[in-house]
């Protein structure tokens, strides 16, 4: 097959809207989706009709507006063309109003509060800069629509909206900076992301024989087997063949969706693998991150593998995340975050390096909350993953320009590229990039972008971005406002750019962010900790947050307060469905297995005493003390955590609520983790009622 030839196919995409669209209504549209200019309701009409008959043609029979609700998963509700004409006549119908507005019934979706399940009406829009997209299924054909998704009073609540918002935010303070720097041509600067997506893949019967992997997408049991990710074999090895016919099934369901999924290769941890697309202007990415999320799921299930998105599905190995990689690139090609061949001359790159370094200062908590949610929990700050202090890493050679600028004024060289020789005569010497990389960095600039570390595996980058857009682009603002008044634009821009680094120096770290070090000299800088999800939500609605997204006008107060109860509410039903699984699991299965295996030593115990002198039989009855001391531990555990469920359940606000979870059910559910693990060494593995660590990550 020719890729050049299917790659889109399944996209209502530029190629198509030309072909289709009377080239008023085309050009029209285009000025919709290019400068946002409002979309008139005849316009509408012609395109959901060309819409309509493109998506009839490849066998669709529905369609549904894709929206993204608080939940961070998407949500849609399907229509069928169908329509019933004159004399009972079937008619396949779709028009400009379907298209551009539904309603699905919001108060089924987490507002927080931000509307009464009486008042359920919401509406979901049209957004015409992400294509509209086919998914084929079991099920058949669908058109899918792009939407955001408000209240009737115009609130946001979903995750694209305030995405969108930022993304016009940072558009016009950046564009009105580089006006100032005489760049008068350009008329818009988009945030280009590419989202990098670790998962991890097992076998699908193997999966489906644990609850705690299906109710919360991770093992909440599990003792670690004799071989972890010790070896290093894994990272980059060979694919194993099912997985390969695996990445070659979404390859090519992800190209027919217009995803350019690039590099695939295997992660560290067993059976962990890596996606990286091409990178897209940050909404359709968004968009994309989610077909690819969702595509790994049902590809995997075809293929008999269970695909896992959550952050930390093993305790032991390395868990998953997801590398957004964001820079900024005009209408007119030029990527603002390219320091070029001499960084030390490029004062517009130094200014918008300035911009991000401050913007990560100020709201460093932000950056953590909007990349966190409870499966991060259990990853950030350990050993594998970024630490929950946000810290950011410039590299050697704008470290070195940047402390030129600060001493004199001026910056006269930048520490060159060095060659690299593999001593092998017919081996090419290679180049070597600027700085090296620094994985341990939350952030770190990695040449032409920066690349926030944190996010989690099975989360929307929308939070993420909405942020990074949003504190860049009032920073910018604040650059703008200055300079619009400097008598000399040259000598304030280099005053500017040391007066910001020397007040916000305290984030820019090119050390290890893994070590103790950094966390004892990140509280000697001042640099806010917040160690988990729960503490770090109160920051949403911080005055200075709600000031900022409120001056871009990117969320309200009562929006941010609506998203922070969300984010409580959120953490706790997560762990108390982590905590109810355990206990069902814990009395069902591990408790009983136990118990029989008792009984396999007691029997034991008897027989031998029946045939030989009693003292021979010490030795297992050492076996069975053993046995019944951590079935003790195991139910004393138990009761702790199914008391503070219970406890938990009957707190109604929703931030202490949360805190309880943290403080109180996290650790019951450790103390209950502990003596199940030790029965799981112990116990006859013809028992164990579950795949244990071994057979699910070795054996895929
Ligand atoms: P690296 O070698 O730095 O990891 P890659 O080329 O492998 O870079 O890219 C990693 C991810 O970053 C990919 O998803 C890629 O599309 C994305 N990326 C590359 N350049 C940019 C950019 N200018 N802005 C945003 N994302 C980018
Ligand atoms: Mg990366």
Known sequence: MDLTQYFGSNTFND??????????????????????????SEIADTV???????????????????????????????????????????????????????EPDASSFPSGGLRGTFEARGYTVWDCTSPAFLRE??????????????????????????????????????????????????????????????YFLIDREKYLKRDDLIFTGR?????????????????????????????????????????HAKTQHNEAAPAQHELAPIFSTVNIETDHNQLVMECMKKIAARHGLACLLHEKPFAGVNGSGKHNNWSLVTDQGENLMKPGKKPHENMQFLLFLAAVIKATDE???????????????????????????????????????????????????????EKLTFGVSYIPYIKKDAN?????????????????????????????NTVLNSIVADTLAEFATELEKAKDFDSAVVSLICKTINEHKRVIFDGNGYSKEWLEEAARRGLPNKESYVDAIECLTYTDTINMFERQGVLSKAELEARAEISYELYSKTINIEARTMIEMASRKFIPAAVKHAKLIADTINAVTAA???????????????????LGDARRALKRLNDNVNTAARITDEQEKAHYFRDYVVRAMRDLREPIDSLELLVDADLWPVPTYGEMIFEV
Not at 141 to 163: H, M, N, R
Not at 192 to 197: D, F, L, P, R, S
Not at 450 to 459: A, D, I, K, Q
Not at 612 to 630: F, K, Q, V
């Open 15 to 40: 190629t198509v809207m030309r072909e289709r669209l009377p080239l008023a209504v085309y050009k029209a549209l285009k000025k919709t989706i290019e400068n946002g200019e409002e979309l008139d």
């Open 48 to 102: 959901a009709n060309a819409m309509k008959q493109w998506a009839l043609e490849r066998g669709a029979t529905h369609f549904t507006h894709w929206f993204q609700p608080m939940t961070g998963v998407t949500a849609e509700k399907h229509d069928s063309f169908l329509a019933v004409g004159e004399k009972g006549r079937v008619l396949m119908e779709f028009s400009g109003k379907e298209l551009i507005k539904g």
């Open 137 to 198: 299924d079991a099920s058949g054909v669908t058109l899918c629509i792009p939407t955001a998704f408000c209240s009737y009073t115009g609130e946001a609540l979903d995750k694209k909206t305030p995405l969108l918002r930022s993304m016009e935010a940072i558009d016009k303070q950046a564009t009105r900076l580089l006006h100032l720097f005489g760049k008068k041509d350009v008329k818009h600067v988009e945030v280009c992301v590419g989202a990098e997506q670790e």
């Open 219 to 259: 093992t909440l049991f599990g003792a670690k087997p004799p071989k972890g990710q010790e070896m290093d074999d894994h990272y980059f090895g060979t694919i194993k063949e099912r997985v390969s016919l695996f990445m070659h099934e979404l390859n090519e369901e992800l190209w027919k969706l217009g995803i």
């Open 363 to 417: 709201h460093a908590q932000l950056i953590r909350m909007s990349a966190s949610c409870p499966g991060n929990d259990q990853r950030l700050g350990g050993a594998e993953a970024p630490p929950s202090i946000v810290s950011i890493f410039i590299g050697e050679q704008l470290e070195d320009i940047l402390a030129q600028l600060i001493k004199s004024g001026k910056a006269t060289s930048s520490i060159e590229r």
């Open 436 to 464: 090296d990389r620094n994985r341990t960095s939350p952030f770190a600039f990695t040449g032409n972008k920066f690349e926030l570390r944190m996010v989690g595996s099975s989360m929307s980058i929308a939070d993420a």
């Open 612 to 630: 030989l002198d009693e003292t021979e039989a010490d030795n297992t009855r050492e076996m069975l003390g053993e046995c019944l001391e951590l």
